[in-house]
């Protein structure tokens, strides 16, 4: 799920920033060796680099937001939330949430969004998917291992570039009253996790990264501080906070996620709903430099032409010089790709 709000995170950044930097264009957004980047400067190589990716992106929200509006679909503020909430579990507490939030350019309001428009993309794909209780349990039989929950641990760590530094934090923490956490906030060089005193989310212990912490843990009991070993270039030190038996899943327990899997697994795939989309859709692309956009919202018989006037496809000559060549079978940009579960 957090790869499919980054790259949303992206287009909805890009945009926010060329409308935020719409007019005054000659005034600065940076100054290199006393020379000026105008805005202006910036939005065009903006514009250049991302300007047709993120136009598409738009257009196709919106196309979602107006079938997701006709179809009668219901979404409730409690089903955004729940599923905001089952992100955030992620996440070992609220402060790495945030750090996270902020490395992707997003607010809590942003993300809120995104997730509303998520769950009604969702819901737009497996309008059509029809299931009984038994498909479910047959579906929850045949993928238990998805639902088990296998062994988990919770490490702190404390990552430091020498071995030096590595012996000398190790030191501290044999003294009597030493705190790991406190430790790993002024040594740890590891910006993801060294806010929240080097404590990661809980994870299953095969998925440990760098792998080499996986046989380091396995021999460790709860409460353990490893020696300082070398993985890569950096030097580790490990806590291990906490230790979970596998568990077994019931249906009962796990049943809407079950659902949730079930209907995604038999949707209609992204790009398809998108194709169905833009074959119904009225789009007028208004920028010459991104006319080439049209091409997804046209017949495969026709080019586009600035202006929105619509040309066989025979007549090219007095196409305008800002539309594209038109290709054989125009796609629509990928959507960002997604788990069975929805989750990324």
Known sequence: MRGYLRGASVCLLTATLVVM?????????????????????????????????????????????????????????????????????????????????????????????????????????????????????????????????????TISQIVVSTKQEADKVYAELQKPGANFGALARQYSIDAMFRGQGGRLPELPQDRLMPPDLQPLVAKMKVGDVSKPVKIDENWYIVKLENRKAPEKASFEKVRAKVERDYTLVSAKPKEALYRDLAAKATVQVLDPDLAQVQEMFMPKDELPQFGGTKQPAGEQQGAPSGAAPKQDAPQARPAPAEGASGQQ
Request: proline fraction near 3%; charged fraction near 35%; hydrophobic fraction near 35%.
């Open 21 to 153: 930097l719409a007019g005054c264009g000659q005034q600065p957004v940076a100054i290199v060796n006393g020379q000026k980047i105008t805005r202006t400067e910036f939005i065009n190589r903006l514009k250049q680099a991302a300007g047709k990716p993120v136009l598409a992106d738009l257009l196709f929200r919106r196309l979602v937001e107006d079938e997701f509006t006709r179809s009668g679909l219901k979404l409730t503020d409690q089903e955004v939330m729940e599923r905001v909430a089952e992100l955030k579990s992620e996440f070992p507490n609220e402060e790495a949430f945030q750090q996270w939030l902020s490395s992707v350019g997003m607010t809590e309001q942003d993300l809120v969004a995104e997730m509303r428009h998520q769950i009604k993309e969702e819901k737009l794909r497996t309008r059509d998917v029809k299931y009984t209780e038994a498909d479910l349990r047959k579906f929850f039989n045949e993928n238990k291992a998805r639902y088990d929950k296998p062994l988990r641990v």
